[in-house]
Every structure is written in structure tokens, then in C-alpha cells.
Nanobody, 125 residues
Framework: VQLQAYGGGLVQAGGSLKLSCAAS??????????MAWFRQAPGKERVFVAW????????YYADSVKGRFTISRDNAKNTVYLQMNSLKPEDTAVYYC?????????????????WGQGTLVTVSS
């Protein structure tokens, strides 16, 4: 599976952005992959942001984004989304989508075996 993340940009604090992650190759529905978003702020390690199971069921979020971000997917379009509201300067990072190697609620990047190239989100104060 090849993943391509897009939709990043510059936004003021309090604003919103919606990221997309398009998959090509083996489709979501054929292989039923759980997916996640991670982010890496300048000078910091990449960290977990949000997770969604292959069937779009119950989702899971990092505490830092809970209540502000929403992960969703459209298997018919082979796309995963991350709606980000009430953005803060500390949300500034490169955001990556990732496919789980084995389905499960994983927050460690080692459990994901395909990654998008990343899309930069910059939140100004």
C-alpha cells in the first residue's frame, strides 16, 4: 500500500484544517487495514495522534487532541481523514498517516509498516 498525505498548510490559532491520506495499491476494503495519524514537531520525536479501525468503528485519540480532532475514513475512496479544529500553535508539526502491520489499537510507530510522506501543518499565534 502506498499512502499520500495532503491538506496541510498555514492556519491561525483557533482555525481548522482537514488532512487527507489517499491509499493506492492494495485497497482498504480488500485488506481491512487499521490506520493512524502521527505527527512530528520540529526537534521532537514522532508521536501518535489518532487511530481508526478498518471498519470505521470506535476511534482513539491522544489526550492532546481529544475533543478537537476527528479521524474518519471512506473505504470506497480509499481515504482516511483528520479533521482538526481549534488548532493551537503546539499542533504545528509534520503529520503522517500510517497503516498498521497487524490490526490493533497501536500507539507506537513500530506497529505501522506503511507511511505517507507527511504534510506540514503550521499554526500561527
Amino acid at each position: 500500500v502506498q499512502l499520500q498525505a495532503y491538506g496541510g498548510g498555514l492556519v491561525q490559532a483557533g482555525g481548522s484544517l482537514k488532512l487527507s491520506c489517499a491509499a493506492s495499491g492494495h485497497t482498504f476494503t480488500n485488506y481491512m487495514y487499521d490506520m493512524a495519524w502521527f505527527r512530528q514537531a520540529p526537534g521532537k520525536e514522532r508521536v501518535f495522534v489518532a487511530w481508526i479501525p478498518w471498519n470505521g468503528g470506535s476511534t482513539y485519540y491522544a489526550d492532546s487532541v481529544k475533543g478537537r480532532f476527528t479521524i474518519s475514513r471512506d473505504n470506497a475512496k480509499n481515504t482516511v481523514y483528520l479533521q482538526m479544529n481549534s488548532l493551537k500553535p503546539e499542533d504545528t508539526a509534520v503529520y503522517y498517516c500510517a497503516k498498521a502491520g497487524i490490526n490493533g489499537l497501536w500507539v507506537h510507530e513500530r506497529e505501522y509498516n506503511s507511511w505517507g510522506q507527511g504534510t506540514l501543518v503550521t499554526v500561527s499565534s
